[in-house]
Nanobody
Framework: QVQLVESGGGSVQAGGSLRLSCVASGRPFEWYVMGWFRQAPGKEREFVGSISRSGAATNYADSVKGRFIISRDNAKNTVHLQMNSLNSEDTAVYYC????????????????????WGQGTQVTVSS
């Protein structure tokens, strides 16, 4: 099992930026497709984006395309979520997720195939 710890959440004014980080331990980081999800109070958990093991492929929810960027540094077992042009609908608890995919370094996964989750970090955007 891989352990995931998010950091970087906080409060920001609308239009501002935050950079979330997720550090993984317990298993080789490069085996895992990494993803970000978020959940606002009273709403369903929402897929934000993902990045392939190699970093060559990414996928984003339509709601964040052009504003959020996922990156990873396999040498440091870390994935980042750069969030720009934040607005109130981005307010949520953000979760780092991981799923082992030994068969493909450049592949992504369906949204429901992430088995490992961090504890979450709160992002609050003021209007």
């Amino acid at each position: 099992q891989v352990q995931l710890v998010e950091s970087g959440g906080g409060s920001v004014q609308a239009g501002g930026s935050l950079r979330l980080s997720c550090v993984a331990s317990g298993r080789p980081f490069e085996w895992y497709v990494m993803g970000w999800f978020r959940q606002a109070p009273g709403k369903e958990r929402e897929f934000v984006g993902s990045i392939s093991r190699s970093g060559a492929a990414t996928n984003y929810a339509d709601s964040v395309k052009g504003r959020f960027i996922i990156s990873r540094d396999n040498a440091k077992n870390t994935v980042h979520l750069q969030m720009n042009s934040l607005n109130s609908e981005d307010t949520a608890v953000y979760y780092c997720t991981a799923e082992r995919l030994p068969s493909c370094a450049d592949c992504l996964l369906p949204d429901n195939e992430y088995d490992y989750w961090g504890q979450g970090t709160q992002v609050t955007v003021s209007s």
